[in-house]
């Protein structure tokens, strides 16, 4: 069974910068959707960005110009490059995939039907 590794979460000081990476395993997204979701405590899942299998992007409004989401060649793993960070972007970050869309809008992080990582804190303190 494929599986989505993420790392790049750390604890960091506001207008700092963090690179997240996921990494699938056993399988590859050729033609897939690949994004970052995340959720703060009391918050809602909020979908961070998304790269499609042409490399046409989404971002959230709250993270445009500050975030930047790209993948690697394989298209087995997806980074998200975070600039310019804000306390209100302390969350835990999920990796996901899906070989049809992911959605803008979800119900909540680690839906059925697409593929999620376990996770990783982000902190930012002011």
């Known amino acids: 069974e494929g599986k989505l590794l993420e790392s790049g979460g750390a604890s960091v000081q506001a207008g700092g910068s963090l690179r997240l990476s996921c990494t699938a395993s056993?399988?590859?997204?050729?033609?897939?959707?690949m994004g970052w979701y995340r959720q703060a405590p009391g918050n809602e899942c909020e979908a961070v960005s998304i790269?499609?299998?042409?490399?046409?992007?989404y971002y959230a409004d709250s993270v445009k110009g500050r975030f930047t989401i790209s993948q690697d060649n394989a298209k087995t793993t997806v980074y998200l490059q975070m600039n310019s960070l804000k306390p209100e972007d302390t969350a835990v970050y999920y990796c996901?995939?899906?070989?049809?869309?992911?959605?803008?809008?979800?119900?909540?992080?680690?839906?059925?039907?697409?593929?999620w990582g376990q996770g990783t804190q982000v902190t930012v303190s002011s």
């Open positions: 996901a995939a899906d070989p049809d869309k992911l959605l803008r809008r979800p119900a909540m992080c680690g839906y059925d039907g697409s593929s």
């Open positions: 056993g399988f590859t997204f050729d033609d897939s959707d």
């Open positions: 790269i499609n299998g042409d490399g046409i992007t």
